[in-house]
Every structure is written in structure tokens, then in C-alpha cells.
């Protein structure tokens, strides 16, 4: 065996057992319908998408204009096996930080403001509690700034997530297990 392959192989096994660290800032503007998501490994910014939501989708767009759009669709919601993949896959992800930051307002409307800022308070503690619940180890900080002088509704979410190729692969393998028996039994029950 030559020197190339032996570090090739090293190189591989590393690749697949050594933990990779991924960070995620996404910015968006809720007036003007634009945000802009950057992903970076190892402080290198790999990946940088405008986005915009639209009613059933939403588009992101690269630095060289290529556009990509993700349907959204709540209401079929009838594929339980995908729901279940998600769900492994994300047990196997380690969440590190995850930080959002509001500035909301409403020009020359405290009440109004008042009224936005609980709410969003309220919204954005639910949903960092229950990520805190399901992730212990996670780090979460919340913190809205309600703003008087303007309109204005922009979010910065900024998040670090730890994954390894070899999770992935053993918890897809655990799915394709796991459907294959359910599939069984249930073929076994209804024949």
C-alpha cells in the first residue's frame, strides 16, 4: 500500500468520526420580506442565501443569482416517515448555541409596541424552553429590543451545531431498521 492511499484512508476515517462544527447567522428583515443566511465551518463562510418567504414557498437565492425554492406545505402533513427520519437525525445533532435577537416597533406607537414585544417575548421563550428541555447542554439567550422611532421588525438568529458523519449514517441505518420491522408487522397484521 502506498503512502497516498494510507493517508487517503486516514484522512476518510477522520472525516467520518471526528465531530464538524457548523454555525448558522440568518438575518430577516419581516417588512421588507428579505433575510439573508450565511452557514460557516470553521470560521470559513462556506454558503451565503438571500431569502424570501412566500405564501408556499420560500426562495433562496446564491451569490451567482441561482434560485432554489422550498415548499412549504402545513397541511399534508401524511408523511410520518419523513417526520420520523427528521426526528433521529436530529437527536444525533448536537446543538451548542442558539441566540435570537429582535428589534421590533411600531413609530410613534408604545402600546402597540408594548403589546408586540410581550408577545414575541412570550413566543421566543417557548420555543427556547423547549428546545432546552429536548437539548439540555444547549446555550439560549433571547432578547428583544423594542424600538419607538420606526418600523421595524428584524430578527438575527445566530446558532452552533456539532454533527458526525458516522451519527448520521448509524441513526439512518437505525431508520431504514426500524421501518423495515414496522413494515413487517404490519403487513403480517392487515394479511
Known amino acids: 500500500m502506498s503512502v497516498l492511499v494510507f493517508f487517503i484512508i486516514i484522512f476518510v476515517l477522520l472525516l467520518v468520526i471526528l465531530p464538524i462544527k457548523i454555525k448558522t447567522k440568518i438575518s430577516y428583515n419581516l417588512i421588507r420580506n428579505k433575510g439573508l443566511l450565511k452557514f460557516y465551518l470553521f470560521k470559513w463562510n ?5 431569502v424570501k418567504i412566500k405564501t408556499n414557498y420560500i426562495y433562496f437565492t446564491t451569490k451567482k443569482n441561482k434560485t432554489f425554492l ?11 416517515e419523513y417526520v420520523d427520519l427528521i426526528f433521529i ?5 448536537t446543538f451548542n448555541t442558539l441566540k435570537m435577537s429582535m428589534n421590533v416597533g411600531l ?16 413566543l421566543n421563550s417557548i420555543i427556547l424552553s423547549v428546545l432546552k428541555t429536548k437539548k439540555l447542554s444547549v446555550i439560549v439567550s433571547n432578547k428583544i429590543n423594542p424600538v419607538y422611532n420606526k418600523d421595524i421588525g428584524t430578527i438575527y438568529l445566530s446558532s452552533s451545531l456539532t454533527f458526525t458523519f458516522f451519527d448520521y449514517a448509524w441513526g439512518i441505518l437505525l431508520y431504514i431498521i426500524k ?9 403480517t397484521r392487515w394479511n
Open 46 to 50: 462556506f454558503l451565503t442565501l438571500k
Open 70 to 80: 422550498v415548499p412549504i406545505d402545513l397541511k399534508n402533513q401524511t408523511n410520518i
Open 89 to 93: 437525525l436530529f437527536n444525533k445533532t
Open 107 to 122: 413609530y410613534n406607537d408604545p402600546f402597540h409596541t408594548a403589546l408586540l414585544y410581550g408577545a414575541l417575548q412570550t
Open 179 to 187: 421501518l423495515k420491522k414496522v413494515g413487517k408487522k404490519y403487513e
